[in-house]
C-alpha cells in the first residue's frame, strides 16, 4: 500500500459532458515525484477539514 499526505484545495471544475460536476485536488510540486506511480490509477481521497478552516 502507498500512502502520501499533503494539504491542497478541491477546485470545482465545472461539470462533464452529461452535467454532473467536476472536482479537482491541486497537488503540490514537492509532491509531485512522491505520486508518479499513481497517475491514473484508481485511488482513496480521505478529506480531513482542519479545525481552524471551518
Same mark, same amino acid.
Given at each position: 500500500? @502507498?500512502?502520501?499526505?499533503?494539504?491542497?484545495?478541491?477546485?470545482?471544475?465545472?461539470?462533464? #459532458? &452529461?452535467?454532473?460536476? #467536476? &472536482?479537482? +485536488? &491541486? @497537488?503540490? #510540486?514537492?509532491?509531485?515525484?512522491? +505520486?508518479?506511480?499513481?497517475?491514473?490509477?484508481?485511488?482513496? @481521497? +480521505?478529506? +480531513?477539514?482542519?479545525?481552524?478552516?471551518?
Amino acid at each position: 500500500m @502507498v500512502q502520501v499526505t499533503f494539504h491542497s484545495k478541491i477546485f470545482s471544475m465545472g461539470h462533464d #459532458k &452529461y452535467g454532473d460536476p #467536476k &472536482y479537482a +485536488i &491541486y @497537488v503540490p #510540486k514537492s509532491t509531485h515525484e512522491k +505520486i508518479k506511480g499513481l497517475l491514473e490509477k484508481e485511488v482513496v @481521497v +480521505i478529506v +480531513i477539514l482542519p479545525d481552524d478552516e471551518e
